[in-house]
């Protein structure tokens, strides 16, 4: 889900600390909303992305391709007044801090475990790294 | 005196007793004589289409791929003169009177089969000479009756050879043998491989007792052809031909009417333990603590001729059942693994039909492009690796099948069956092998 | 001499149940009665009440081709009056379902004739002459091995059987063939097996626990029964691949082991 108005890949130029949160469940588009409003009023938060298994608006293959999926999970959430599009059942976030420090770190973890732990009912996995890419490789340089 | 001890009773079809005592070598292509006739006629025998080569003089569409050669079509009526070609053809093939050649007008005209004399096989060395003096005959035959002149004549050698030699392929003869041309083989050796399990569905008529016997020696003969039947290997191989392929000691029947009228795989995979007990072929080695038996042979090659023939029975078990030849693949495949499991012993062919069982399940069911199991054959390249046993069983699924399949041995193979139809050592190949075996059997 | 079938190594619970399943003998339990109109719905190759469309004439005795094998062998009734060869294809979830795909494939050539069938990654297709199929998908849907929440009835875009359950405890389908009644705690089916949407919702009852379903799997798992726990099967495994390998090799020297 990435935001068009989201940093662009050589922001930093070093790694700031992701949080890597993966659900036990797949998370219904209600549960999603719910987690990321609460994480939404954490400072420091840089960007959220989240992925899960994908839901296709149509379907795409066999007798029934081109009619609409229906899914009732496909839906638009609000996230802090802002519309969002949910493609995906979601069953995991990164969330990247603009942190300073450690302390400032471990005080944001335990308000991202808080948020989680009030709406993410069968529980999660949530480790401290860097998962997606915070500068450019020779991938980004080849011609499309 | 015989090379093996092992000694069969050969069953026919219909599960009547026509040889008793027959030592295992007499089975053997390298003895049998009704083998040797089945594999010599399979590349001296072509045939030639006198209606394909008309319509292609007359339309100039010709040589395969939509290709039309417009302005030198050429209008002469073959079929109405059919028999006069064919002597005309005969006079070219035969090298002396009585020397096997054989020219026959079959269709009304439409076809005429030609048996290449084994004088001028024994020239060459290529099974081709079947082909290509076919051929040959045939195009200057019309061109010497229809007296063609020199800038048409090559759309004769065009409507009767097809396409060759700027493809590798007789790519739209209309001449046809049941084997490939070599370049075609997937190896050394394959050639008997090489002919379509449709194709010996048409030979035998539907039955799916000789059709698993013509496939098994074409499949065996193929196997002393690669090399795999040389040394300690020949007995293994001679075995599977026995009970797979020629219903030795009544074991593939009895399977088969054992389980025909309510059975499955697994019973079939359970009347087979039965009967590789009884007959020693394998014993307890222990228990287990949860009770299972592991069951182990001294025979390890007599246990896979029983299990390729337990493989036939499953398939004309479940596969007839259905009347449907698409379960070809898939029965083969948990057929052997059910069989491993209860057993404890490797399936067909030490595993390999197991695994092509995997490989033609994906290649038969559309998911990897269109093809029924008629279809394939030895030379395939996920069949191949299972030699000798797989193929008969293929056929076999193929005899039974009620008209399910858009790739039918009618839709591909009737030619053939016109062409070898008339011959009984395509037709029913058990008897005439357990009649030369008798023969054999004097000998050693 | 009658022999008795063992069907499968081993004393684990896994084990046991795939004895259970490709048992003949075993009558599975019955847990649901989805209707044999809802069974025809779901699967989506005839209307109910519909003809059965045929693929050739149907076959008479004595009409056939001469094969002595024709008369011993029984066609199945679809056969005999030349019905098409349709399919009803299951998805088995990793996380415990009552029966995974390759385990269903023994089962059925063990129960059923004239069937063919082919396993995948997650999923088991069954094809088979279309008014006998339709009594064989009823069975799967009625019995034992179903489970509402862990089986899917997916013809087409199976994915799912290794993905994470959803918070109602359903395999994940980016169809959604089949929804979740909280208020009857059932699960309910919307589409049939390629998705074009059902026009009455068809429930195949409610999932059965956690608890229960760990004692019904065949699955083993590194979170339930561990396969290297059972050292029958993981001996039989080592055995059968040794056995193939030195079969390849030198068969006749492969004495007693």
Known sequence: MSDPKAPAADYAGKPLPEVQIMTNRLLSAETTEKVLNALDVIPNIRQINMTGESIPRMINSGPAKGMANNHTEHQTITVGGREVELKYLVGAFYIELDVEDEEILDVRLEQIKAACNEHIEHGYNLQVGRYSKYKPTLHDYRSA | ?444 | MAYKRQFYPGSSVPAKNRRRYMDPKVKLKKLRDVAMDDVVRIMGHRNPGEDYKSIHPPIEEGKEPECPIRKLVVPIEGAKHGDRVRYIQFTDSVYFAPISPYQRAWMYLSRYRGVDTGTLSGRQIIEVRERDLEVMAKEMIDNETFDPALTGIRGATVHGHACRLDENGLMFDGWQRYVWDDEKKEVVYVKDQVAIPLDRRISVGKPDTMANLRKKTTIFRADGVDMRDDKEVTMYGLRIHKLRTLGGYQPWKVKGE
């Not at chain 2, 569409?61 to 003169?81: A, R, W, Y």
């Not at chain 2, 099974?127 to 200057?140: C, K, L, M, R």
């Not at chain 2, 300690?232 to 009544?250: D, H, I, V």
């Not at chain 2, 029947?253 to 072929?281: C, F, H």
């Open chain 2, 1 to 444: 005196m015989p090379k093996y001890e092992d000694v069969i009773d050969l069953y026919d079809d219909n599960g009547k007793r026509i040889a008793k005592d027959i030592p295992l070598e007499a089975i053997s292509p390298l003895r049998n004589n009704a083998i040797k006739k089945i594999v010599s006629l399979t590349k001296r025998t072509c045939a030639i289409s006198l209606a394909g080569t008309e319509k292609a003089l007359k339309t100039g569409s010709m040589t395969g791929g939509g290709v039309i050669i417009k302005g030198k079509e050429i209008d002469i009526p073959l079929v109405e003169n059919a028999d006069k070609i064919a002597e005309l053809v005969k006079e070219k093939v035969q090298v002396y009177e009585g020397d096997g050649t054989v020219v026959e007008v079959k269709s009304g005209g439409k076809n005429i089969v030609v048996v290449v004399p084994e004088e001028r096989m024994n020239a060459g060395i290529e099974y081709t000479t079947g082909f290509t003096t076919t051929a040959a005959a045939a195009t200057e035959a019309i061109i010497d009756y229809f007296d063609i002149p020199m800038y048409k004549a090559n759309m004769v050698k065009a409507a009767v050879w097809g396409r060759y030699p700027q493809t590798i392929t007789f790519q739209g003869a209309n001449v046809k043998s049941i084997l490939e041309v070599p370049q075609n083989n997937e190896g050394a050796g394959f050639a008997l491989r090489n002919i379509m399990a449709n194709h010996v569905v048409a030979l035998v008529n539907r039955n799916a007792m000789q059709g698993t016997a013509l496939s098994a020696i074409f499949e065996q003969c193929g196997s002393y052809e690669m090399g795999d039947m040389i040394g300690n290997f020949e007995r293994g191989g001679l075995l599977s031909l026995a009970y797979q392929g020629l219903n030795a000691n009544n074991m593939l029947y009895t399977l088969v009417k054992k389980n025909g009228k309510t059975g499955t795989v697994g019973s079939v995979v359970g009347s087979l333990m039965e009967r590789a007990i009884e007959d020693g072929v394998i014993r307890v080695k222990e228990t287990l603590p949860s009770g299972y038996k592991v069951y182990t042979t001294d025979d390890l090659p007599k246990w896979n001729a029983y299990a390729a023939t337990g493989m036939v029975a499953a398939i004309m078990v479940n596969v007839g059942a259905a009347r449907a030849a698409q379960g070809v693949p898939g029965t083969i495949l948990y057929y052997n693994d059910l069989l491993e499991h209860e057993s404890g012993l490797p399936g067909v062919d030490y595993g390999r039909a197991e695994g092509v069982g995997v490989g033609m399940s994906f290649f038969s069911h559309s998911i990897y492009g269109g093809g029924g199991p008629g279809l394939f054959h030895g030379n395939h390249v996920v069949t191949r690796h299972a030699k000798g046993v797989l193929i008969p069983a293929v056929t076999a699924g193929n005899c039974l099948d009620g008209g399910t399949q858009t790739f039918s041995a009618e839709a591909t193979s009737g030619l053939f069956k016109e062409v070898f139809g008339d011959l009984p050592e395509f037709s029913q190949p058990m008897q005439y092998v357990a009649a030369e075996a008798k023969k054999v059997k004097k000998k050693l």
